[in-house]
């Protein structure tokens, strides 16, 4: 447990040292600011135009707008922690076997798991404060401007943590054999595979083509980010009558709740693989 | 009653259809400062490796101060300092053998007192709020050093460790392992700096192709190998096909006339002497010549290519 704790810290505080914390938080507060203010002005318009006209319209305008806004950047968010899990980690194992470094870490009286893990926690702290802050700037910001409230907005937000993890997961298993630079590669085509499998399924969905579905289906178990953002939205928007705009935050085909328990598994089990992988690995 | 410092049978590693040791058979006792030499690619890397976890022996076991190899408990007296020392250049000095005391299970109060001492022993006292991003490659190579030495370990393995070192470098880690010996600490020095060996270690290893060629205490090696230049008035072929009976094959300078043999053994010096004299040769000069490590090594490891 000490040795896990001294890799834990020693994670966060590579991320202090080189910078990424800070750069990370400046970021967020950027992107924040442009949300709040992108926001402010569009619910503006909308406040506008409805003095203007009578209403009618079958639904709030302000509740429809502002969810999709508010969905929106929570995609942002959904993406950056996938990016930030997949940059931090990509190179944790597979750098540190590059140069060495690992050598005088693994002739200590530890076990190679518990360095494994050591970083892996520090890599989860850093992504859900990171992406505690950013999701917590955008619903506060929403909730301040229109009192929009997401429904069920805690279980959405597990489902967008579960996916960073996923591919943490991923980067940590391929940092036990790849470099850092096909490990990298590896993950971003994963999660582009997500992604456009997930838009190949909405289609297939609307055109009732099962085999694209399935594609859709496929792709998400190879990597179930995608899957478990649209279960997010589907959960933030149970019950809400707004209007559907194209674009990653339509759900057409929902995806089970099978899913969510696929995607802990897959998490799970390849964090596991990573284990035994590096375990057994000759350096 | 204690065991050996390092034991090994028949260790063998192969990568695919590439034999990186083919054997390795050694035992080193607790105490000796143990000197391991071969030229590039011989497989010392990969034995080292094998002896401290890092790498899964493809046949064979071995044992660190009585206990299994990959033991992890073992390894919290057992000191490292690999060749490539890279290390989290974003910690201070204090920081990274903090770290690695930690890793050693150290307590607090146990780092507190190691790590001052031994900043001052590799000569970083100084050095223990700068980063090892800005260390010079010797500094970064002295901190490593302090690294391995951090628990008080019972044995230490340096591969190199003076690689990056000027010659006050090399000096300090001499006086180092010196005051390692003292302490009894066994010490397994892996190093292309054959005076070095010559000055620290108490017995060598030659290793080449995977394979022990011969274990040896460096007093052995000195005595068993002798060099000898002869002047002897108007030498005969007769002469030389003579001398060749005590030891190699004699070696003519064409134009200062000069003889050179190798012997065996210092015993054989007097019979051949008396032989000379016996023949009726003028014997001008004859001056016997102790080898060098280096040279030893050349003929150790460089006789015999085409064999195993």
Known sequence: MKTLWTMTTLTIREAQRRRILWVGLFAAIAFLAIFALGYHYVLVEIEAEMSDSAGGLGFDPITAFSTFLVIAGLYVVHFLGIALAALLSA?????????????????????????????????????LV?????????????????????????????LVFLSALTMLSVTMLGGTRLSTLANGAMAFTLFGLAFLGGWIE???????????????????????????????????????????????????????????QYAIFYAVVLLALALWSFTRRDL | MTSPAIET?????EFGSKVAVADLTL??????????????????????KMLLGLTQPTSGNGFLLGQPLGDPATRSRVGFLPEHFRFHEWLTAAEFLNLHGRLYGMSAAARAEAIPDLLELVGLGERAETRLA???????????????????????????????????GRRLVRTIIAGLRDEGTTVF?????????????????????????????????????????????????????????????????ERSGVITLHLTSE?????????????GHALYELSPQRLSLEERFIQIVGEDVTEG
């Open chain 2, 134 to 168: 800005a260390f010079s490659k010797g500094m970064l190579q002295r901190i490593g050093l302090a690294q391995a030495l951090l628990n008080n370990p019972g044995l230490v393995f340096l591969d190199e460790p003076t690689s990056g070192l000027d010659p006050l």
């Open chain 2, 27 to 48: 035992r080193v006792e607790q105490g000796e400062i143990f000197g391991f030499l071969g030229p590039n690619g011989a497989g010392k890397t990969t034995s080292i």
């Open chain 2, 189 to 253: 020095l892996n190093s292309h700096f054959l005076s070095e060996i010559e000055l620290t270690c108490d017995r060598v290893a030659f290793i080449r192709d995977g394979r022990v060629l011969r274990v040896a205490p460096l007093e052995e090696l000195e005595q068993e190998s002798l060099r000898v230049r002869l002047r002897v008035g108007s030498p005969t072929p007769e002469l030389l096909a003579g001398l060749a009976r005590f030891g190699s094959e004699p070696v003519q300078d």
């Open chain 2, 9 to 13: 049978e028949n260790l063998r590693k």
């Open chain 2, 267 to 279: 015993e054989t010096l007097p019979e051949m002497v008396r032989w000379l004299v016996d023949a």
């Open chain 1, 202 to 260: 909405q289609i297939g969905a609307v055109l009732r083509n099962e085999v694209a579905v399935d594609v859709g289906i496929v792709s998400s178990l190879i990597n179930p980010a995608d899957a478990l953002w649209r279960r997010a939205i589907l959960i933030w928007r149970s019950g809400d009558t707004g209007l559907d705009l194209p674009g990653p935050f339509i759900v057409l085909s929902e995806p089970s709740t099978l899913m969510t």
């Open chain 1, 91 to 127: 190179g944790t194992l597979s750098g540190e076997i590059e140069t060495h470094t690992i050598e005088t870490l693994l002739t200590k009286p530890v076990r190679r798991w518990q360095i494994v893990m050591g970083k892996w926690a520090g890599f989860v702290i850093i992504i």
């Open chain 1, 130 to 158: 990171y992406m505690t802050v950013m999701t917590a700037g955008i619903l506060l910001i929403a909730r301040l401007r229109s009192g929009l409230v997401l429904s069920n907005v805690y279980s959405g937000l597990a």
